[in-house]
């Protein structure tokens, strides 16, 4: 008889299932609603903030970000919650001080985030130091994370090999990691991929294995079967309602797929359905929000080209915004010589945003004529060391009359940085009340001062910045 092995799950409903269909947009209130039967389910854990939930909380919800994750603590005391960080990044699109980034750490930790994945958008685990360091002085569970990426239709070619994978998994289980993410944020692990990654980092390493994929190409469910098959340990699913599309697989179809097997999920599909029931009670308020552009729930492009829906709609806004939406085709065969340049970095914010930029210049002004301050920041070495070397002709040219030099940092990213909290503190004094006011204001400093002087009666939100 073979051996149960129950399928553990990751609900990500409360963030990653609307973030990435409704713009991240569900509020609190709704999660309140629900949140004790959510508890009663079984989850191994549930991923219920960071992403973007911090920077929409303060600038189109008027909610204190610091409350959602201390109010879910209260009502599912028995689920791990867990949270998405961007390594140094933290929940913003720049890397920030040592300071900062260990003072968030505790803080979360503090307002009741139990696992906290970490990721990094060039793979540079350098970036992880520091935030690995506050997460293990909290007693946390340090999810250290890979993103996927891919240069060829699978895996393989010049960079995103299995070796490649096999290699860093190591590094982070090293540097200790409580367990792994794959992190395929545009959902282009293919099934065959999955399972031969999976099959071979179960051999290598000693730490749990979790597979993070995004329905967006159509291969998420399929892709996740194999990778249960290859004896994976945890996978991230959402609940029907706010699943597929370019969230993540839905829960109810892999916990019957999986019933009398030995990896048999053991979770009620009666109790999965109620939970779906009450997500379709509150969903229209947030059907604005839905992309309704096409009857496809799948982006079928992305399995062409790469590039995740996100980063499309960014590129149809630039073009548009330049009357040359006709060159669209133009930049989409700019985007990967673009990014061999730049070392390959795997597409996901923010250099899915400095590639996807520099590629529409490059086509409407003419090659590296024009550079942005980010590309410029990218080929110093501020946001890491990419998978693979910049070509040394592009990197000359983008660095030429850079302000900080003409001569790359090979060190780590962090370390050119001045701390920032004090400043921060000083700033604030005459409104935040405590850490967690300093920090929204040292991570936005614009929109995160607007949202404390609402917070505090000194301003009034504009109409349309409301919990709905």
Known sequence: ?????????????????????????MVTKDMEGIAEEMNQAGFYSMEVWGGATFDVATRFLNEDPWERPRLLKKLMPDTPLQMLLRGQNLVGYRNYADDVATAFVYHAAEVGIDIFRVFDAVNDERNFETCLKAIKECGKHAQLSICYSLTEPKMGGPVYTLDYYVKKALVLQDMGADSLCIKDMAGLIAPDDAYKLIKALKQALKIPVQLHTHYTSGMGSMSCLKAVEAGVDIIDTSLAPFALRSAQPAIEPIVVALQGTPRDTGLDLAHLFKLGQYIESIAPKYKEFLDDTRMAVIDTSVLMHQIPGGMTTNLVAQLREFKVLDRLDEVYEEIPKVRKELGYPPLVTPTSQIVGAQAVQNVLAGRYKMVSRQVKDYAYGLYGKPPAPIDPEVQKIVLKNYERGETPITGRAADTLEPELDKAKEAIKDIARDIGDVLIYALFPTTGMHFLKWKYGLETPPPEVKAK
């Open 1 to 25: 008889m073979t051996t149960k092995n129950p399928l553990k799950i990751t609900d990500v409903t409360f963030r990653d299932g609307h973030q990435s269909s409704l713009a991240t947009r």
